[in-house]
């Protein structure tokens, strides 16, 4: 679907920036298409710069990991702004968890994308409460390119779009993979919460 840009054009014209945005449920395969898209500029000879945010620590303090256990190196940081200082002169920035920064990744893309380099940005669209997650419906809005991806529900077999919080935590952020979340569809998401909510 991407094509890995040719260099060949870029003396009658600069290249052209722009942003990619992978979304959907956990487990949907959000790092998987991650890892494909960089491993692939990688192979065309594109240099690549990985982020992602410290406080993501699941499998791996720098990797980023699928839950099927691809994995690429990648450089966490604490502040969206420090990708700009470490992007340096890169062709394609990528980024997972993307959920996780603030706001300021939005200007950061931009700023990215501006300078002429391909942004892939992977996150999590909806938190555990079906709500649109931070930063990501403005990454949507100034992405060239979204695609969303979907799990299967662990409950029926139907395509999942939700992620499903198995323990009684409300807090937004908090780590987990199948022994705290599961993915679900709407329907069966909905019945969850519903007889979460029943008095005991
Ligand atoms: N309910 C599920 N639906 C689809 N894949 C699942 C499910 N549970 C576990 N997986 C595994 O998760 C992999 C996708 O992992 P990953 O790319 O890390 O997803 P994400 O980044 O969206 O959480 C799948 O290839 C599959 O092996
Ligand atoms: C829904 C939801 C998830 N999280 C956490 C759980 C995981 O650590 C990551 C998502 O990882 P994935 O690569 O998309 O599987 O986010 C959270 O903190 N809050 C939530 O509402
Ligand atoms: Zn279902």
């Known amino acids: 679907m991407f094509i890995e840009p040719s260099r060949k054009k870029e003396i009658l014209y600069p290249r052209t920036g722009w942003i990619e945005l992978i979304c959907g449920s956990m487990f949907s395969g959000k790092t998987e298409e991650l890892i494909r898209r960089l491993n692939r500029a990688r192979i065309a000879r594109q240099q690549v710069e990985i982020f992602k945010p410290a406080l993501d620590k699941r499998y791996h303090s720098e990797d980023i990991v699928s839950h099927n256990e691809n994995s690429i190196r990648s450089t966490p940081v604490q502040t969206a702004s420090e990708i ?53 419906p403005q990454l949507m809005a100034v992405a060239e390119y979204v695609t969303k991806v979907h799990a299967i529900c662990m409950v029926c077999g139907e395509v999942a779009s939700h992620s499903f919080r198995l323990s009684p935590q409300q807090e937004r952020v908090l780590l987990g993979e199948t022994d705290s979340y599961e993915a679900r569809c709407r329907r069966c998401f909905n019945l969850g919460e519903k007889a979460r909510n029943l008095p005991v």
């Open 84 to 136: 700009l200082l470490l992007a340096g002169n890169c062709d394609v920035v990528g980024m997972d968890e993307a959920q996780f920064f603030d706001n300021s990744i939005i200007d950061v893309c931009n700023t990215l994308a501006n300078a002429g380099k391909r942004v892939i940005i992977a996150g999590l669209d909806m938190d555990f409460q079906g709500q649109p997650f931070g930063c990501m």
